[in-house]
């Protein structure tokens, strides 16, 4: 079904591809994204791994009167942040993939 050289040849090409999917997921982690809830009053850095770098919290948005709001500012902008990530890391790797869903991939 293949020659040899066909046969190296993607060998080459799938090497390479994998290569620039690393490359492509280390940049990730550069990259971030923000999630803010309450018009501002909480705001979530995270990067292309997910991870949260920053959470600020503008002080009239602590009530101790009402730590339930804050803590559902937070979560907002938590799940913000995060829903973003996934885009960017979507965008990203879906150059990859040609738009197909590999679960596991990245």
């Not at 990730?28 to 501002?40: I, M, N, R, Y």
Request: no cysteine.
């Amino acid at each position: 079904m293949f020659g040899g050289g066909n046969m190296q040849n993607m060998m080459k090409q799938m090497k390479k591809m994998q290569q620039q999917m690393q490359k492509a997921q280390e940049d990730l982690k550069e990259q971030t994204v923000e999630g803010t809830s309450g018009g501002g009053m909480v705001t979530v850095m995270a990067n292309g791994h997910k991870e949260i770098l920053s959470i600020k919290i503008k002080p009239e948005a602590v009530d101790p009167d009402d730590v339930e709001m804050l803590e559902d500012l937070v979560l907002a902008a938590v799940t913000e942040a995060m829903n973003k990530a996934d885009e960017m890391v979507s965008k990203s790797m879906g150059k990859f993939t040609g738009g197909m869903n590999l679960p596991g991939l990245f």
